[in-house]
Each structure stands twice: as structure tokens, then as C-alpha cells.
T-cell receptor, first 114, second 116 residues
Framework: EAGVTQFPSHSVIEKGQTVTLRCDPI?????LYWYRRVMGKEIKFLLH????????ESGMPNNRFLAERTGGTYSTLKVQPAELEDSGVYFC????????????FGPGTRLTVT | KNQVEQSPQSLIILEGKNCTLQCNYTVSPFSNLRWYKQDTGRGPVSLTI?????NTKSNGRYTATLDADTKQSSLHITASQLSDSASYICVVSGGNSGAGSYQLTFGKGTKLSVIP
């Protein structure tokens, strides 16, 4: 069974540009999560999808971030326009059910904004 | 404020030795506590998940304990191996109501280095 995959693994963009990160969850997992780790800090929750619906987006930092999950399969996270403080590692995770169930993490996308 | 504090920040041990990592949390209401292992350049991998009623759980050479009264957890690694070198992250689920009731709050992790 394939794990959670993320693309690209690394992205370097200039301040003001747009970047789109992609996450493919484990097949059959309805729950998909986005997290972010900025340098020196802990991983923080961004949002949670159940199928194509946003269940909880309380962690999204501002309206420059837009997450979508059309068709309830893969998800994209777009940052537009990117700022220096957006640099970090963006993780995606998926789980079969919500709650006390294991979340499986992808390898992350390292975003560097210069 | 929901927080997870881990100690020590980093630890170096000799191969074959045991070690214990600590986690204190203030997340409320509490749902469950997880320990993850994160190798460099990879995503976190779950080691254990414990609910309120579980005070110990093992996964091979990893044993996690939970004291929900004092809001403390520990991860004990027995007979360490070079491959145990990684960051170990304590994660607590809960702290919100409604749609975010199982939201994960992460600690900063303990970086463990096992040397020959």
C-alpha cells in the first residue's frame, strides 16, 4: 500500500510569488490534514478535510493560504503571494477515521521563500 | 493555552543503552497522547497512541507511559540502536470542541543521537 505522497519535495520561490503544494493521501482515507513546521518551532495544525469538505480550518494563518480537495482525493495548498515567514516544512497526513486513529504523514515539502 | 513541552531538547547515548524522554502537556480536554518518531527529511511515524484509561503501551523496544492526572508522559527506549537516532515528538489530541475536538498539538521534539 502506497503511503502519503507530497510534491514537490522542495520549492524555492521569491517573495510575492505563488506556490502550490500537492498531497496524495493513502487510498481510501477520507480524512486529510495539512500541518506546517517553521524553523525552530513545533509542527502546527493548519486544516482538516473530510472528503472534499473543510472540517476545521482554524489553523490557517491568513487568507494568503488556500487549500482545496476537489473530488475528495488529492489536496492542494496554495500560497499567494508568498511571504518570508511562510518558509518551513509543510506536512500532509491522512487517516481512515477521525479521532483516536493513527494519522499517516507524508515526507513533507520544504518551502523556502527568499 | 494548549501546549506540549518536551525534555530534554537533545540527548546523546551510547548504542545499547536505555533512555527516557519526557513530555508534559496542558491540552484540555484531553483525548489521546501519541509519540512519533521522525527521521531527518521524513514525516513523523506513529509509535504509540494512548487514551485516558491507558497508562502504558509498548511497541517493540519503545514503551510509553501516561499519567493523565499529572499530565505527564514518558517514552522509554530499551537497548538503543543506531537506527533509533531521530527526533521523538510527543503529540496530544484534544483541546478544542466541535469540529476540532481531536486536533493535534505537537511538542518541539527531543533529538536523540545514538552513537557507537
Amino acid at each position: 500500500e502506497a503511503g502519503v505522497t507530497q510534491f514537490p519535495s522542495h520549492s524555492v520561490i521569491e517573495k510575492g510569488q505563488t506556490v502550490t503544494l500537492r498531497c496524495d493521501p493513502i487510498s481510501g482515507h477520507d480524512n486529510l490534514y495539512w500541518y506546517r513546521r517553521v524553523m525552530g518551532k513545533e509542527i502546527k495544525f493548519l486544516l482538516h478535510f473530510v472528503k472534499e469538505s473543510k472540517q476545521d480550518e482554524s489553523g490557517m494563518p491568513n487568507n494568503r493560504f488556500l487549500a482545496e480537495r476537489t473530488g475528495g482525493t488529492y489536496s492542494t495548498l496554495k500560497v499567494q503571494p508568498a511571504e518570508l515567514e511562510d518558509s518551513g516544512v509543510y506536512f500532509c497526513a491522512s487517516s481512515q477515521e477521525y479521532g483516536r486513529y493513527e494519522q499517516y504523514f507524508g515526507p513533507g515539502t520544504r518551502l523556502t521563500v527568499t | 493555552k494548549n501546549q506540549v513541552e518536551q525534555s530534554p531538547q537533545s540527548l546523546i547515548i551510547l548504542e545499547g543503552k536505555n533512555c527516557t524522554l519526557q513530555c508534559n502537556y496542558t491540552v484540555s480536554p484531553f483525548s489521546n497522547l501519541r509519540w512519533y518518531k521522525q527521521d531527518t527529511g521524513r514525516g513523523p511515524v506513529s509509535l504509540t497512541i494512548m487514551t485516558f484509561s491507558e497508562n502504558t503501551k509498548s511497541n517493540g523496544r519503545y514503551t510509553a507511559t501516561l499519567d493523565a492526572d499529572t499530565k505527564q508522559s514518558s517514552l522509554h527506549i530499551t537497548a538503543s540502536q543506531l537506527s533509533d537516532s531521530a527526533s521523538y515528538i510527543c503529540v496530544v489530541s484534544g483541546g478544542n470542541s466541535g469540529a476540532g475536538s481531536y486536533q493535534l498539538t505537537f511538542g518541539k521534539g527531543t533529538k536523540l543521537s545514538v552513537i557507537p
